[in-house]
């Protein structure tokens, strides 16, 4: 998600097309064309502005809910029926092969089609590919000379990512065996920690960690527009 403010003057946006196959956006304001993954604007009166990246969640429902139990969901509209996808119903692009726009790269560590979580720190990027991190979770890591966790839960798609320093002290957190919902517990104070980054319980219950913006992207494309990426190897840093 990015916040949608240059140089103090609100913009909207509206679709115009696709590049690589993600957004290009266009503002009502002054006309300036933006790329999604990005958040620069790429053509017209802005180009060259950056939106800045905020933190956002991609979860699940039951996660939403239970973080959130007074949430409302917006109805679908009867007018639109016809473009609404229920569960286990497959679109029209799921048919055939996915198009890679990228060129295939002899040294590429992970699949083109590969989904990845992407991560900027220090003016460093770093990709860390989903199957690695549901294997090896959490992971923790140092990026830009910044300590960060990552987190998948019970449900293994859903991932937030936190710095995971409180009040100067770094953390090592871990899964707690057989917790459902997902409960870590630092080796530092024993405090047990949920999927939101807030101590339940322990020396440290109230804190919260602060959490990173992060983009969950396929990896062709991820590398498309961070050609100095890195990527996360389990047990490698």
């Not at 690695?132 to 798609?157: F, H, S, T, W």
């Amino acid at each position: 998600m990015w916040e949608a403010t240059v140089d103090g003057q609100a913009l909207t946006f509206e679709l115009v097309g696709l590049n690589n196959q993600n957004f290009i956006m266009k503002d009502h304001q002054t006309g300036s064309w933006w790329q999604q993954v990005t958040g620069e604007a790429i053509q017209g009166p802005l180009k060259g502005s950056r939106l800045t990246l905020k933190p956002f969640d991609e979860v699940s429902f039951a996660i939403w809910k239970r973080e959130h139990p007074d949430t409302q969901v917006l109805a679908p509209d009867d007018r639109y029926a016809e473009f609404y996808f229920g569960p286990g119903e497959k679109r029209p692009q799921d048919g055939g092969p996915f198009a890679f726009p990228t060129s295939v790269d002899g040294g590429d560590e992970v699949e083109l089609g590969a989904l990845v979580l992407g991560l900027k720190l220090g003016g460093r990027a770093k990709a860390y590919p989903m199957d690695v991190l549901r294997k090896q979770n959490p992971i923790a890591d140092l990026l830009g000379g910044q300590a960060l966790l990552l987190v998948v839960a019970e449900d293994g798609n859903s991932v937030r990512a936190f710095h995971r320093q409180v009040e100067g002290q770094r953390l090592d957190l871990y899964r707690k065996a057989e917790s459902d919902p997902l409960r870590l517990v630092d080796a530092q104070t024993g405090s047990e920690w949920d999927f939101s980054g807030t101590a339940l319980s322990g020396p440290l219950e109230g804190k919260q960690l602060e959490r990173l913006p992060v983009i969950k992207d396929y990896w062709f494309d991820w590398k498309q527009f961070n050609p100095e990426t890195s990527v996360y190897n389990a047990g490698v840093r």
